[in-house]
């Protein structure tokens, strides 16, 4: 296996439309900010409330996307096997606007 991550330009625009996959659905985070100040607690369900969940298949416009996003794509050879759609934001941050990965990676 030889993965390679590069930013997908758009004689690759399809990749960006890759099939989401089933995960596990094992805990929730609590974000609160107090104080000036961001955290975070990680609950984690009982065993038997452990559920799967699939979200549905975006059809992503890689042309009217680009003008605000970036995308990156993770390869196995020439195939897409992840992806990370980032937005640039008002602020100096980008915002992880999607993340995928195939199940079998």
Known sequence: MNIT??????EHE???????QPFSLCGRMKITYKEDEW???SIWFDKNDIMEQTFPNENYDYDMLSKEHIFVGAYD???CIGLAIY?????KYLYLYDLK?????
């Open 101 to 105: 990965v195939k199940s079998e990676y």
């Open 14 to 20: 399809k990749d960006i439309n890759i099939s989401n």
């Open 87 to 91: 937005r640039h934001s008002w602020n």
């Open 5 to 10: 991550v590069k930013q997908i330009e758009k």
């Open 39 to 41: 955290s975070y607690e």
């Open 77 to 79: 050879e020439d195939k």
